[in-house]
């Protein structure tokens, strides 16, 4: 049976209704998560600017960990339920620089987060920091491209 952990702001209603959305995304995954857990997570793009993202946390039989964090567009019923759909599903990853370990949150966000320890499913990446930093070149010859186009 899978345990529901869920520590966000909701009213019971709320919380009951990602229960069973979680629930059902969940149900009838071959050796699916043993427990899901969902709590609030304050990133920060700026050191004066935070936005509340939530972090949806599987743990597997095996004791391993994913964790996901849903941008407030997907903080519903509907949007939690398909990250977990994706996750367990092998198409969404978190992807970490490969070089200073920051997180990208979406296109243009990327963040230093502590315990990035054991990710199921984990991509590396490079942030514009350290692109700018280890293929300056490159990436000056790709603005010019585009610059010509």
């Not at 709590?39 to 935070?50: I, M, Q």
């Not at 996750?87 to 990035?116: K, Y």
Request: positive net charge; proline residues 6%; aromatic residues 4%.
């Amino acid at each position: 049976m899978t345990r529901i952990v869920i520590q966000i702001a909701e009213s019971p209603e709320g919380k009951a209704a990602l229960r069973a959305s979680l629930r059902a995304a969940a149900g009838g995954q071959p050796g699916g998560p043993r427990t899901i857990g969902l709590r609030p997570a304050l990133l920060y793009r700026t050191p004066v600017e935070g936005i509340w993202w939530w972090n949806l946390t599987l743990t597997s039989p095996a004791a391993r960990g994913h964790s996901l964090l849903l941008a407030p567009e997907e903080q519903t019923v509907a949007g939690v339920a398909e990250a977990l759909r994706q996750a367990l599903s092998g198409q969404r990853f978190t992807v970490i620089c490969a070089s200073c370990g920051r997180l990208r949150m979406d296109a243009d966000s990327w963040v230093r987060r502590e315990r990035v320890r054991d990710r199921a499913r984990l991509s590396h990446g490079l942030c514009p920091e350290c692109q700018l930093k280890l293929y300056p070149a490159e990436l000056v010859q790709r603005v010019r491209t585009r610059a010509k186009r």
